[in-house]
């Protein structure tokens, strides 16, 4: 009896001790940090560059879980900023200056190590939910207005404080390859509903891209000065806010509230400068910008529509491209509707500039050139005959 009581009490101890250890596993298994992997879509067709951070070293992020099949949410994630660290450093946005470097929160939890995205206060995984939804928007400085619902939908501005890119940077200078300039307001969002260790971040553009190129007419050879003044783009809806959730799956700028506040949107200078642009100078890439970018443009997504004459004198109502300039001391310009443009001879009667997508507008400077045949008349014989006494 007691030698068979000592055996299932011995029996008792290892049952426990298996217990112990097991369940020591599963936190073990739990304590895997949430970490990020942020993309983007290419920002221009000339820009082969897929990595976030190449275009900004933050952004921000929002998520939830669910412990009961998507019914209940808890927040894990509340607009947290994520860092892009090349090196192990005090940083400027996640890690105040003067404060932790990150492997002093991070450790070697992450591999490898640097570069990557770092953020504050490290999250865990719940090996109890059941789903994760993330969505991400950057950069930080886009809004001041954003928010994020449970189920990943993201709204950007509010129709008190809406998008406005009236301000957001233009080509400082005419370039031949279209650059990106590191626009402040590219808005850009991404969701994932990913369960894995890594959170892939795939950045869409929301906003639209509109570039202009100038080039010289080749029938234009004379030795006179042909300067561009000016070129707009006019009657643009100027402020807007975006809402994900009204967005379907047929019709993307569905999820764009436009008030029909308009705008002129001025390549970067010129309207203001006494000197323009001067297409047939002596110094290419100083004074002489044919064939060279001078706009590079975000936009609010929107309908243009077709107008029924595409150029005159007089400024179009609908959307339209400006362009004035001279030729020696005579000046010209024209207005071309943007939906005639990139129409042609369609039959449509609108055009949409969508978000996520580029635009670029090649003008042509130069009318065709006066010029003067001459011919004479011929006599005109006119015969009167008489008789003289």
Not at 151 to 167: F, L, N, Q, Y
Not at 362 to 375: A, D, K, M, Q, R
């Amino acid at each position: 009896m007691k030698k068979s009581f000592i055996i299932i009490a011995s029996l008792a101890i290892v049952a426990c001790q298996g217990n112990d250890l097991k369940l020591d596993i599963q936190d073990k298994s739990q304590e895997i940090p949430f970490t990020f992997s942020a993309y983007s879509n290419n920002a221009t067709k000339a820009d082969s560059h897929s990595n976030l951070d190449y275009f900004y070293k933050t952004f921000n992020v929002y998520g939830w879980k669910s412990l009961d099949n998507t019914s209940t949410w808890s927040p894990v994630f509340d607009d947290v900023t994520n860092e892009y660290f090349t090196e192990d450093a005090n940083g400027t946005v996640v890690y105040p200056t003067g404060g932790i470097k990150v492997s002093e929160e991070w450790g070697s939890i992450q591999t490898p190590a640097f570069p990557a995205w770092y953020y504050q206060n490290i999250r865990f995984w719940d090996k109890y939910a059941t789903d994760y939804q993330f969505s991400a928007y950057a950069p930080i400085a886009a809004s001041t207005e954003v928010a994020c619902t449970s189920d990943g939908k993201i709204a950007i501005g509010t129709s008190a404080d809406p998008v406005t890119v009236e301000t957001t940077n233009l080509m400082a200078t005419p370039n031949t390859t279209l650059a990106y300039t590191g626009f402040s307001k590219d808005y850009m969002t991404a969701s994932s509903n990913a369960k894995a260790s890594a959170v892939n971040l795939v950045f869409s553009h929301e906003l639209a891209k509109f570039n202009v190129k100038l080039v010289l007419n080749s029938s234009i050879t004379t030795k006179q000065d042909v300067i561009v003044k000016e070129v707009s783009l006019k009657n643009l809806n100027g402020t807007s806010y975006y809402d994900s959730s009204n967005e379907s799956a047929t019709d993307y700028l569905t999820g764009w509230h436009t008030p029909t506040t308009e705008i002129t949107y001025l390549a970067n200078g010129v309207a203001s400068a006494t000197d323009g642009y001067k297409l047939n100078g002596t110094t290419p890439g100083t004074d002489n910008f044919s064939g060279y970018y001078v706009m590079e443009r975000l936009m609010i997504p929107q309908t243009t529509a077709k107008a029924s004459v595409n150029d005159k004198l007089a400024e179009f109502d609908e959307a339209c491209v400006y362009v004035k300039y001279m030729i020696g001391d005579e000046p010209f310009e024209s207005h071309f509707a943007l939906a005639n443009l990139f129409l042609g001879t369609n039959t449509e009667t609108s055009y949409n500039f969508l978000g996520g997508n580029e635009y670029t507008l090649t003008i042509n400077v130069g009318p065709l050139p006066i010029f003067f045949t001459t011919e004479v008349n011929t006599w005109v014989n006119h015969e009167a005959t008489i008789e003289a006494n």
